[in-house]
């Protein structure tokens, strides 16, 4: 049975919930002052850059910006097996920071769970607010995002795909259907 795809988000779409999300965090924190942002291997972290592009234009200087990977600190490593493990890369201190997480679908919190506890290894933050393109609910842990592009109920058969050029820019987010 083929798959049916639709397109929630298109290019221009991506791009103002993009502009929202950094206006958004600006306005929550007063300002770039003490913020950080970290996307979440492998989507979350160009999402960030994203932001990160856009939070410089809006306020004249770049927050810093990092990347970390969740993979050992899943909670269903045992039953997926072997995973390639990917590169943390956060060149600056995150005591007393504002941490801007950034992912590109919050589904159960699972992984944002993960992303946390990775972030505690590096430093204590005064704060950690998570921005997301998409929520599609279905949440498992007490976790919601402080920044969301857009809301989407879903069916948990249902799955969200966030696409990108090959150049790393937002091209559409896809709802498929089973």
Not at 10 to 29: K, M, P, S
Not at 93 to 112: A, S
């Amino acid at each position: 049975m083929a798959k049916r795809e639709t397109i929630i988000l298109d290019q221009a779409g991506v791009n103002r919930a993009i502009t929202r999300i950094a206006h958004e965090i600006l306005e929550r924190n007063k300002g770039s002052a003490n913020l950080v942002l970290i996307g979440i291997r492998s989507k979350g972290d160009t999402l960030a850059g994203h932001l990160n592009v856009l939070i410089g234009e809006i306020e004249g200087e770049q927050v810093p910006l990092g990347a970390v990977d969740i993979t050992m600190y899943r909670d269903d490593l045992a039953e997926r097996g072997s995973l390639p493990i990917g590169k943390t890369d956060i060149p600056f201190p995150l005591d007393g920071k504002h941490v801007i997480l950034v992912d590109d679908v919050l589904y159960t919190g699972r992984t944002i769970r993960s992303a946390m506890d990775a972030l505690m290894d590096f430093g204590r933050p005064s704060s950690i607010q998570l921005a997301v393109l998409i929520d599609r609910g279905h949440r498992e842990l007490p976790i919601r995002a402080d920044f969301v592009g857009r809301n989407v109920p879903t069916s948990r058969e249902e799955q969200v795909e966030v696409v990108f050029t090959d150049d790393h820019n937002p091209l559409e987010v896809r709802l498929i259907k089973p």
